[in-house]
């Protein structure tokens, strides 16, 4: 690290002789514009468990309510940013730090970002949570075992998958690792799966309660 008048250039990574700019405008001041506060919803769970349903969901919700924000699926990104990526650990690996650094930027211009991925390893989503500041990262688990998700199989993976037809799928001969201690936990309740209104309505409550909903 070399600092020249005011200016600290430094090396990230590959990157040598990089300087950091800061904007006249700070999050503080997003917030107060947009009346919320920033923040990633990770959403992690078996393909099938319905992340996807939860994001959409939940922001519909939130968009009901006048709030500003955005669903990074995984599904999606690997139509573009993350296409080059396969399904071996280290690209999922990647897959989700790509994903962990732009939600980490839609956070900080005070949007409240879902990022919907499998994401089956701990170390990889403890590595997006190390990304932003602690209260800003909300794990949320799709607690559905992996039975129902392969019955539900709307995309006919698991069957792929079961007839050796897709190698080192998650849950079948891939794994998946749950959290150990996340915000949000989506389960049964009184025995029966949730809707997908009262599963954002969970998330939604959440948020509430813990400030995000206000400047
Ligand atoms: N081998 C294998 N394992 C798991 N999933 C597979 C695989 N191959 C393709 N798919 C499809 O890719 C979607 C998951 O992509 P993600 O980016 O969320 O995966 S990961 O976080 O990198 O593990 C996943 O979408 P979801 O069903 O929405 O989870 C599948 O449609
Ligand atoms: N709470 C729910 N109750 C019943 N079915 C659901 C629920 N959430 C999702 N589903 C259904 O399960 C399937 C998988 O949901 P999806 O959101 O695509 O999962 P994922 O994104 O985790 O692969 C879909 O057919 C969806 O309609």
């Known amino acids: 690290m070399q600092v020249m008048e005011n200016l600290v250039r430094t090396t990230v990574g590959m990157s040598t002789n990089i300087v950091w700019h800061e904007c006249s405008i700070g999050k503080l001041e997003r917030q107060n514009l947009l009346m919320q506060k920033g923040c990633v919803i990770w959403i992690t769970g078996f393909s099938g ?3 996807s349903t939860l994001a959409s969901m939940l922001n519909r919700q939130l968009h009901c309510r006048g709030h500003v924000s955005y669903v990074l699926d995984g599904d999606n990104l690997r139509h573009g940013l993350n296409k080059d990526l396969s399904f071996k650990a280290e690209d999922r690996a990647e897959n989700i730090c790509r994903v962990g650094e732009v939600a980490k930027l839609f956070a900080d211009a005070g949007v409240i970002c879902t990022a919907s991925l499998i994401s089956p390893y701990r170390r990889d989503r403890d590595a997006c949570r190390a990304l932003v500041p602690d209260s800003m990262f909300i794990e949320v688990f799709m607690d559905v075992p992996l039975k129902v998700c392969e019955e539900r199989d709307p995309k006919g993976l698991y069957k792929l998958a079961r007839a050796g037809k897709i190698k080192g799928f998650t849950g079948i001969d891939d794994p998946y690792e749950p959290p150990m201690d996340c ?4 389960q049964l309740k009184d025995g ?3 809707t997908p209104k009262a599963m954002a309505e ?3 409550t959440y948020l509430e309660e813990n400030g995000y909903l206000k400047a």
């Open 183 to 186: 915000e949000i936990v989506i």
């Open 202 to 204: 969970q998330v939604v």
């Open 192 to 194: 029966k799966y949730q």
């Open 49 to 51: 468990s319905g992340k």
